[in-house]
Structure formats: C-alpha cells, structure tokens
C-alpha cells in the first residue's frame, strides 16, 4: 500500500511559490528579529521590505528558528488530514536548531516524521526535496528515499562571497578591526559549507579573484562528478548573479544555471549584495 508522504522544509531553502503549489511542500518560516519584534520570512514580510528594513536599522537585526509550537501544529494537522509520515529537510543544524526542534515535534505530535539536517542551505534543499518527491512517484520506499536524500546532504556545495565583512561584524562574526582593514584593502573571503559547518575558504583581493576562486571549485567538481545545474545565489543582487549566470554558460553551456535568491536570513550575517554558487555532484 502507498504511503502518504507530507514533504516539509524551512525558508533556508526559499523555494519559489511555483514549487511549493507543485509538489504541496510545507514550509516554516525563520525569524528575523528586529528591535521592534520578530518578523517571519516570505510571511510577515517580503524581501524588498526586509532589505529596506535592514538599511534603515539602528540595532542589527537577529535570526531564530520556527517556534516548536508552530512545528507541533503542522504535523497534527498532516496527521489529521490522513498522512503516513512527513520527510522534513532542513537547514544546517550546526547553524540552526529547526532540525532538532522538528524531531522533538514530531514525538509531541505523535507523528512520525524522516527529519534530515541537509547539512547546507539554500538550493541544494530544494533538490532533496525534488529528487525525493521523483523517487517515491517511481515506487521507491520511503527509508530508500530518506538514504537517498541523506547521501545528497554530504555532496552538497555552496560557497558565497559576502559583499563586505561591515553585516558580518554587526552579526558578531567578525572584529570591527577585521571588518575596516577588509574594506581598507579591498578584502574578500570566500565563506563555504563544510559538512554543516560554515567555514571561510579563502581571503583575496577583489571580487573578480574571489569570483574566480569559486567558479574553480566548481571547475574541479565538474571535472570529478556529473553536474547537471548549478544555482548562482545572492542577496538582493541579481545584476550581479545573471552576469555570472552568463559567464558560466559561455563556458559549461551544458549546464542548467539557474539564479536564485538567498534567505533573508542569509542577508542578516552576509549582507545585501552577496553572491556565490551552489550544486550537488551525482
């Protein structure tokens, strides 16, 4: 007998409302937490107002996790509707408590739910999401598309360029020292994921040597694995995402680019203006 599967995420992954109609994902939303209160992404308001709100703010805005109690209530809800079960992909949990906080859930609820820590964000969800949703409408059995799915979390890559260190510092990931000697001389770093750690890989001078030394690590993946699509992503900067979209092509036109927005959760620590690669090798 088939199973009904429910299929939830968080909006690290910011699937676009086209995808979430399509293949009925549920999403919880993260928090952004400014000094008048606590926002929540894609509901309480939308990237334009959050970027305008960002700019204009005197105290840095925080970042937290979906209440539990909302958590609870979903997977209530999917039981009552008549699911079998819910695979919930979401966000590092090295960065973020929503991974454990939906295993707690789902024993409050008394639902049972295939939680996986993607161990990264942003697109690569989405595609665990997808090829997940693919492989049950081919028959397979749920524990073979949880396996599956956990095997995509250790071939996921993502590595941005923050548009300045100033957003990180003000997030407290960096000295203010740091932060105007990296300005001063022109600094970038190259920030990645390491098995849901996030890391910083690489400091150059300018954008075009940090751009480069990105589009190399996927040069060497496409070399060493089948890579269909790639997602260029970034922070409120799409003329800069569709140039290096258009790089890319020039080069691998094989390839699927596609260009898609970061969480504004991502903004809080990264800034507006940054932009990095994202794929998963086969």
């Given at each position: 007998?088939?199973?009904?599967?429910?299929?939830?995420?968080?909006?690290?992954?910011?699937l676009?409302?086209?995808?979430?109609?399509?293949?009925?994902?549920?999403?919880?939303?993260?928090?952004?937490?400014?000094?008048?209160?606590?926002?929540?992404?894609?509901?309480?308001?939308?990237?334009?107002?959050?970027?305008?709100?960002?700019r204009?703010?005197?105290?840095?805005?925080?970042?937290?996790?979906?209440?539990?109690?909302?958590?609870?209530?979903?997977?209530?809800?999917?039981?009552?509707e008549?699911?079998?079960?819910?695979?919930?992909?979401?966000?590092?949990?090295?960065?973020?408590?929503?991974?454990?906080?939906?295993?707690?859930?789902?024993?409050?609820?008394n639902?049972?739910?295939?939680?996986?820590?993607?161990?990264?964000?942003?697109?690569?969800?989405?595609?665990?999401?997808?090829?997940?949703?693919?492989?049950?409408?081919?028959?397979?059995?749920?524990?073979?598309?949880?396996?599956?799915?956990?095997?995509?979390?250790?071939?996921?890559?993502?590595?941005?360029?923050?548009?300045?260190?100033d957003?990180?510092?003000?997030?407290?990931?960096?000295?203010g020292?740091?932060?105007?000697?990296?300005?001063?001389?022109?600094?970038?770093?190259?920030?990645?994921?390491?098995n849901?750690?996030?890391?910083?890989?690489?400091?150059?001078?300018?954008?075009?040597?940090?751009?480069?030394?990105?589009?190399?690590?996927?040069?060497?993946?496409?070399?060493?694995?089948?890579?269909?699509?790639?997602?260029?992503?970034?922070?409120?900067?799409?003329?800069?995402?569709q140039?290096?979209?258009?790089e890319?092509?020039?080069?691998?036109?094989e390839?699927?680019?596609?260009?898609?927005?970061?969480?504004?959760?991502?903004?809080?620590?990264?800034?507006?203006?940054?932009?990095?690669?994202?794929?998963?090798?086969?």
């Open positions: 007998m088939t199973k009904k599967i429910a299929w939830v995420t968080d909006t690290a992954a910011l676009n409302e086209t995808f979430i109609k399509k293949y009925n994902v549920h999403v919880l939303p993260l928090n952004i937490v400014f000094s008048e209160g606590a926002f929540r992404e894609t509901v309480d308001m939308t990237h334009d107002e959050f970027y305008d709100k960002l204009s703010a005197k105290v840095h805005p925080k970042t937290s996790q979906p209440a539990i109690g909302e958590m609870v209530d979903l997977y209530k809800k999917l039981k009552a008549g699911y079998d079960c819910a695979v919930a992909v979401h966000t590092s949990s090295d960065l973020s408590g929503t991974y454990q906080s939906s295993q707690t859930a789902a024993q409050l609820a639902f049972q739910v295939y939680s996986i820590d993607s161990k990264i964000g942003s697109y690569p969800m989405g595609k665990m999401i997808k090829d997940g949703i693919a492989l049950v409408d081919k028959g397979h059995d749920i524990e073979e598309v949880v396996a599956h799915i956990e095997k995509m979390t250790e071939n996921a890559e993502l590595s941005f360029i923050p548009s300045s260190l957003q990180l510092h003000k997030s407290g990931r960096v000295s020292t740091k932060a105007f000697l990296s300005n001063l001389l022109n600094i970038k770093v190259v920030i990645s994921f390491d849901g750690k996030v890391v910083m890989k690489e400091k150059v001078r300018a954008d075009k040597r940090a751009k480069k030394y990105v589009t190399d690590l996927l040069r060497n993946d496409i070399k060493n694995a089948d890579i269909k699509e790639v997602a260029v992503i970034n922070c409120n900067n799409d003329k800069d995402a140039t290096w979209r258009d890319l092509l020039q080069e691998f036109p390839l699927k680019v596609l260009v898609l927005p970061l969480s504004a959760c991502v903004g809080v620590h990264a800034g507006e203006g940054t932009t990095g690669l994202s794929w998963v090798k086969c």
